[in-house]
Nanobody, 124 residues
Framework: QVQLVESGGGLVQAGGSLRLSCAGS????????MGWFRQAPGKKREFVAG????????VYADSVKGRFTISRDNNKNTVYLQMNSLKPEDTAVYYC?????????????????WGQGTQVTVSS
């Protein structure tokens, strides 16, 4: 069982930066592939970024490539999402998720554990 708690969301102006954190519990945290997803008002939840168990492999949605960076610190049971050059269209609730599978994937139903989400609002 893995429990996830996101933090770091807030209100920021366009062009600004935020860093989201996702703290995980459980001794098996480092054996899980991690992902960040987001859901904007009136839209379906979408994949943002994912990272492998040891952090050696990362995958990004095209919409955030070059602006967002996912990383993890297994000693702290935490995964991060550094978001730079934020745009109003990045406004959403951001969720972290964990899966016990080996590969990084953007498919939501392959993730077994989810956090409660943190709101990110980017003003123009």
């Amino acid at each position: 069982q893995v429990q996830l708690v996101e933090s770091g969301g807030g209100l920021v102006q366009a062009g600004g930066s935020l860093r989201l954190s996702c703290a995980g519990s459980g001794r098996t945290y480092s054996s899980h592939t991690m992902g960040w997803f987001r859901q904007a008002p009136g839209k379906k939840r979408e994949f943002v970024a994912g990272i492998s168990r040891n952090g050696g492999s990362t995958v990004y949605a095209d919409s955030v490539k070059g602006r967002f960076t996912i990383s993890r610190d297994n000693n702290k049971n935490t995964v991060y999402l550094q978001m730079n050059s934020l745009k109003p269209e990045d406004t959403a609730v951001y969720y972290c998720a964990a899966r016990s599978g080996l590969w990084v994937t953007g498919t939501q139903n392959e993730y077994e554990y989810w956090g409660q989400g943190t709101q990110v609002t980017v003003s123009s």
